[in-house]
């Protein structure tokens, strides 16, 4: 298996990370679930949130997972362009794929259902142990 094979597949449907974007004076991070289906990243928000309008503002972003293994940490980054969805077929589409939808939203159509996609170009793996990390471009 080769390492963007192994990055890959460290992940899940669903996942909590950490996504940093940019407030325009200073980085701002908050956990997030992530999900990932069928090779694609999402995240989903309200859209009257401080990140929603980070992310139509200035679009870069990376997010970080922690990685556990035998007492000691890794992680996966990401980092890429955020792409807002507005079509609402696809809003719908996404709404689909997202396990907890209806915990906060009651239909795609939810003016404060704000869906992002992550566009991830560049991933770096640090597997946990070691101390360096290796980037693979998506």
Known sequence: MDRREEA????????MVYV???DGEFPRVRPMSMVYKNGRF?????????KAAQL?????????LLLEGDGCRGTL??????????????????A?????????WKAPD????F??????????????????SEVIHL
């Open 77 to 94: 980054r990401g980092s890429g362009r955020a792409r807002m969805v507005t079509d609402p077929d696809e809003k719908c589409a996404v």
């Open 20 to 22: 940093a974007t940019w």
């Open 115 to 132: 869906p992002v996609e992550l566009q991830v170009d560049r991933l770096e793996h640090m597997r946990p142990g070691e101390m360096t």
């Open 8 to 15: 890959l597949g460290l992940l899940s449907d669903v996942q």
């Open 56 to 64: 139509a503002s200035n679009p870069t972003f990376e997010f970080s």
């Open 110 to 113: 939810d003016p404060s259902f």
């Open 42 to 50: 999402w995240v989903c928000t309200g859209s009257n949130d401080a």
């Open 96 to 104: 689909g794929i997202v396990p907890f939808f209806a915990d906060y």
